[in-house]
């Protein structure tokens, strides 16, 4: 409850927040260059007069929206995919096993790196995430759908010759639902991580938009001199992985959320 309640508050802040002040994130004062925190602008201005507030705020609704939208995305792929190999078994189990350890061998972030300028901007850095993230989960859903297949409900279904597609979507993975709820939680706080790492060096979201990435690598070298240029998007980003932590821990559990970082 506390994961889930904080990330409703960093949704709220950032769709609402940019409302309650005059500044917008492409904005410029002319009249404030490298100003600290003041009344007029709440965490600062930049060195070209841009309000810190308005662009952090911005970042963070960039990184929420590629988080969910690449969390939602590769779970759905690694559910499908991963119920599809251990309820049909034999040369589908093997294929779809060799793909996923095939893919399972190159670093993530070197081929996002180098793919980076093919799938250029927000979307395009979605998708990437997306083919570099469904593996793990879909091995894990493989394993819980070899311990379903045999189960009553399944065995009266496909008696009564409802096609295996029918049974995956209908009976198993309605049943594996917390488990792809709590890998879908953990999946965004990856793919935040990811998409704030490739923006750092510059292989994801690239100026004149913005991301918490991209804000803290602007911030890093003045960190020392204009904290507030740097602090706004290392809290922001700290509280999003927080939040999705406390989240997929709370729906996991212990034991498993252990057994599912040790696979990590």
Known sequence: MAGFTLLALLGVLAGAGPYLTRWSWTGVDVT???EPPSADHWFGTTAAGR??????????RRSLVIGLLVASAATSLAGITGAVAGYLGGWADRLLLWVIDLLLVF???????????????????AVLLTCLMWMLTA???????RALRDEGYVLAARQLGAPALVIVLRHVLPNLT????????LNAGAAIIGEAGLSYFGFGVRPPDVSLGTLIADGAPAATVFPWLFLPPVILLILILLAVDLAGSGLRGPSDTASFRERR
């Open 178 to 185: 917390s488990l792809l709820l709590a890998d879908a939680t």
């Open 32 to 34: 404030a260059f490298s």
């Open 51 to 60: 309000d810190v507030y308005a662009i952090a705020l911005r970042g963070l």
């Open 107 to 125: 670093p993530p972030f070197l081929i996002a790196a180098v793919l980076s300028r093919v799938f250029a901007g927000r979307a395009g850095t």
């Open 139 to 145: 091995r894990a859903v493989r394993s819980a759908t």
